[in-house]
Every structure is written in structure tokens, then in C-alpha cells.
């Protein structure tokens, strides 16, 4: 991921801007991550306006604590964990109304989701996103940042205040279990997609 | 960023995804809320470290003599309260700077202060259209009315909460809405109603936004009304009790809509639309056939 990297870099770059109080660069840092973080709200909150609201608060907040918060290594992942934490809060929020059954945040992957070039897409696409959706729900995570948000291990060990070796583990785990419930699926059509 | 060769990497997924675009106005809309927020404050905070050391400094001295008065008082009537008088329609605007408009014989209560740690809540009784504000950066995102029948919670929207009779009203005119009944919840989107009865609640969809609230324009909007019911607005808007001489009369359905600032004038509208009679007793209005 090249891309990433240039745009961490930029990122980096914008927000020690943003320390000196400039909101353009804080509106560069909103227009590059806002689609991304809106995603991953909606994935684990399920309603637009909730996600739309949540990704707000976090900005908003993120400003005026931005001199306690100083120089950032990762704005990206720094961001991604306010997010997640404020995601969480409001689950709880709405479940403390009833307005949601209680647990854990819980991402759910949609067929659409799933790229697939070959014929019967639309079937196989709905049997992959089942079987991603029936994984446990940190393993789902992972999966969610890993590969479609395509953050890095290291990114997702801070968002998800977990250690290194143990997103590695979910990671394997998540993979395994994927690659054997998908052991019916052709070896052709694997073959196809492992690189 | 990992080295993709080490060996603990477990390696790339089976599958691969398609991400879902975000629609670009998306962003713009978020940045214009975000911007307003964080420019607003901006002044807003130094002035009020500046007004928070100027009043701990005047105020501490007075705070023990003080506390006595304020217990009592936040004892006494924490809860502030508005009430409309029969016909009589009123703007309420709360501290979040949302407005609320009442519509006549509805009482509504609201605590002095919020608790910033907490959602906003305020208690209806009668009907009123909010129209709320987004608290984005504060704790207290949520806003919540409280009625005898169901718990409405938003974050910033335009909608209609009306008790008439036995049943409880919600209509959405922008923005989302989760409604909680006693026993069921529903996500409603703009236009949508949910009625809610005892014992059953039903959601009706597409309904005109245009009309939602339009009582505030002292409109009326029928279709296919039944006498019972404009009986029932007749009563709790205006305090009237509506008498039917001709049973035929019970069988009449209306449907239109009617412009009224009060009473005489809607029972004039109803008059003429109904082809009937509409005379007023001390506190009654005597529906019959035109003579």
C-alpha cells in the first residue's frame, strides 16, 4: 500500500499545521479521512446519521483537545481510535434507551461488499459475506481494518488497544476459519484471488 | 507499517473487498457542521475561562450563603414548566437554543439546567413540533421527549409528537428518529408516522412533510377524518365538547383542509364543508342538520 504511506506522511504533515490552529488543514485531514472513518462508523454502528453524527463529534472534539493531544505519530490511527471510542459510548448510550439489544459492537459485512469477477457473483458474493459475518466479532474487526480499510497490523493493534501479537493471532484465526469455511468454494476461484 | 515478510504475518486474505464510496457531499456536509462548531466556539472559550475565573472569584465568598437557598430551590422546582391555555399556540425556546412550539392545552416541562454528562430530556404532555438542535461536541448529543405512552430519541431533527385521546402520534419531518413504545422500537425516516395505541403500534410511511405540524399555521388537514376524531381535537385543543343531534351526522367523513385561528372560525369552516348546523352552548358545540 504506497499510497498509504504518502498519505500518512501528508497527514503527519497537515496536523502539525493543525496544532498552530489551522483549520485548513484540519479540513485537508477531514476531506482525506472523513469517507474512511464514516465507513467504519456505519459498519459498526449501522445507521447513516448515527455514523455521519459520531464522525463529527470526533472532530469537533479532537480540535479543542488538540493541544493536549500535540505531535502525532499515526494521525490516521489516532483518529480511528477516537472513533471507535466514541462509536462504543454511543452504543451504550442507545442501549442504556433500549433502543438496541446489549454486546458488543458488531460489524456486518453486506455482499456488495465482496469483489468477485466470475458468473453467479451475486450468489457467491452473499455466501462470503455470511461466512464473514458469522466470524466472532473481533476477528470481524480485524478483518474489517485489515483488508477492507487496508490499515496496517500495527494501526489496528492502537485502534483496537490490543497488543501487536495478539491482532496477528485474531488475524491467523480469522484467515484459517475463512479458508476452510470456504474450502467448498473452487480451487480455481481461491487461486484466483490468494495474491 | 510491518514488513509483509515476516513470518508471524499471517498473510493476505482468501477474498478481497469492495469498499463502499462515500458520496462526496457526505464529507461536504460533515466539514460545514464541523466548521460552524469549531469556529463558533472558538471565541466562546476564552471568554468563558475568562468569565469562569471572574465569578469563582466573586461568587465563592457568597457560596455558603448561598448553598442554602439553591438546595432549596433545586428541591422546590428543578423543573421548569410551560403550559398553553385552550386555542392558544406557544414558542418555546430551550436551552440548547432548540424551539419548541406547543399546540393549545399541552404542558411541557423541562429541567432548569441539563446535565451535560446526560441527554437532554424534556416531558410532553399534549402535542408540540420540535425543531432541535445538533449538540455536536458536547456530551449531552441526545435529545429525548418523554410522554405517558413512548420515549423519543434523536440527535437533531424536525418532528411532531401528538397525544389525542388514547393515541400517541409521532410524525417525522427531517432527520432520524428511534421511537421506543413499551414494547416495540422503530427507526423512522423522514415522513414516516408511527401511531401508537394501547396494545398496538403501526408506522405508516410517505406521509406529506409538508402538512406535519402545519397546526402551527393554524391549519387543519383532514382525510377522510371521522366526526369522532375532529370531536376529540375539538376537546383537547379548544375545550369544547362536541354534541351530535343526528345520528347521520356520526356517519359524515371529512376531508380537506381548513384554515381556523379559533374556535369560531373552525366551527364556521366545519359548518360550511359539513353542511350543517354548529351552534355554541356555554362549552359545548351542538352539531345538527341545517334546519
Not at chain 1, 111 to 133: F, G, T
Not at chain 2, 189 to 218: C, F, M, Y
Not at chain 2, 224 to 249: C, H, M, P, Q, R
Request: include cysteine.
Amino acid at each position: 500500500m504506497p499510497d498509504a504511506y504518502e498519505q500518512g506522511e501528508d497527514l503527519t504533515r497537515s496536523w502539525q499545521l493543525v496544532l498552530q490552529g489551522d483549520a485548513r488543514a484540519y479540513a485537508g485531514i477531514h476531506g482525506q479521512l472523513h469517507p474512511v472513518l464514516y465507513r467504519y462508523a456505519l459498519a459498526m454502528l449501522g445507521n447513516e446519521d448515527v455514523a455521519q453524527d459520531a464522525v463529527q463529534e470526533v472532530f469537533i472534539r479532537i480540535w479543542y483537545k488538540k493541544e493536549t493531544i500535540g505531535l502525532l505519530q499515526n494521525v490516521r490511527a489516532f483518529f480511528f481510535t477516537a472513533l471507535r471510542r466514541q462509536a462504543l459510548n454511543q452504543l451504550r448510550g442507545l442501549r442504556s434507551l433500549q433502543i438496541l439489544p446489549p454486546g458488543e459492537p458488531d460489524i456486518e459485512f453486506s455482499p456488495e461488499d465482496i469483489l468477485i469477477e466470475q458468473e453467479h457473483a451475486a450468489e457467491r458474493q452473499s455466501r462470503i459475506s455470511q461466512y464473514l459475518n458469522q466470524l466472532p466479532r473481533r476477528q470481524k474487526e480485524v478483518i474489517y481494518l485489515r483488508f477492507y480499510e487496508e490499515l496496517s497490523y500495527t494501526e489496528i493493534a492502537e485502534i483496537m488497544k490490543v497488543n501487536y501479537q495478539s491482532v496477528i493471532n485474531l488475524a491467523h484465526k480469522a484467515l484459517t476459519q475463512l479458508r476452510g469455511m470456504m474450502g467448498h468454494i473452487p480451487l480455481w476461484w481461491l487461486l484466483l484471488h490468494l495474491f | 507499517m510491518e514488513d509483509p515478510s515476516v513470518p508471524q504475518d499471517p498473510g493476505s486474505s482468501p477474498i478481497r473487498f469492495r469498499r463502499k464510496a462515500v458520496p462526496e457531499e457526505k464529507t461536504k456536509e460533515s466539514w460545514q457542521q464541523i466548521e460552524t462548531a469549531i469556529s463558533r466556539k472558538k471565541s466562546g472559550m476564552v471568554r468563558r475561562i475568562v468569565i469562569r475565573a471572574l465569578a469563582a472569584a466573586v461568587l465563592l465568598p457568597l457560596l455558603g450563603y448561598a448553598a442554602y437557598n439553591i438546595y432549596c430551590s433545586i428541591v422546590s422546582d428543578s423543573m421548569k414548566s410551560y403550559h398553553t391555555a385552550y386555542g392558544e399556540i406557544k414558542q418555546v425556546v430551550l436551552p440548547d437554543s432548540s424551539i419548541v412550539y406547543l399546540n393549545a392545552n399541552s404542558t411541557l416541562r423541562i429541567p432548569v439546567e441539563w446535565n451535560p454528562a446526560e441527554s437532554r430530556s424534556v416531558w410532553l404532555d399534549g402535542e408540540a413540533y420540535f425543531e432541535i438542535t445538533k449538540k455536536p461536541g458536547a456530551g449531552n448529543a441526545q435529545f429525548i421527549v418523554h410522554t405517558a405512552e413512548i420515549d423519543v430519541a434523536v440527535l437533531g431533527t424536525k418532528f411532531n409528537v401528538n397525544m389525542l385521546g388514547a393515541r400517541t402520534t409521532v410524525s417525522l419531518k427531517e432527520g432520524k428518529v428511534q421511537l421506543t413504545a413499551s414494547d416495540k422500537v422503530f427507526m423512522m425516516k423522514p415522513g414516516d408516522e408511527v401511531q401508537v395505541e394501547k396494545h398496538q403500534s403501526k408506522l405508516r410511511e410517505a406521509v406529506n412533510t409538508e402538512l406535519i405540524a402545519d397546526w402551527r399555521n393554524h391549519r387543519y388537514h383532514f382525510e377522510n377524518t371521522s366526526i369522532a376524531e375532529i370531536s376529540s381535537i375539538i376537546l383537547t385543543k379548544f375545550g369544547y365538547e362536541v354534541v351530535i343531534l343526528n345520528d347521520e351526522i356520526n356517519h359524515k367523513k371529512i376531508s380537506g383542509d381548513l384554515y381556523a385561528e379559533d374556535i369560531t372560525q373552525l366551527s364556521r369552516a366545519l359548518s360550511i364543508t359539513m353542511n350543517i348546523q354548529i351552534e355554541t352552548k356555554d362549552d359545548q358545540l351542538v352539531f345538527k342538520n341545517k334546519e
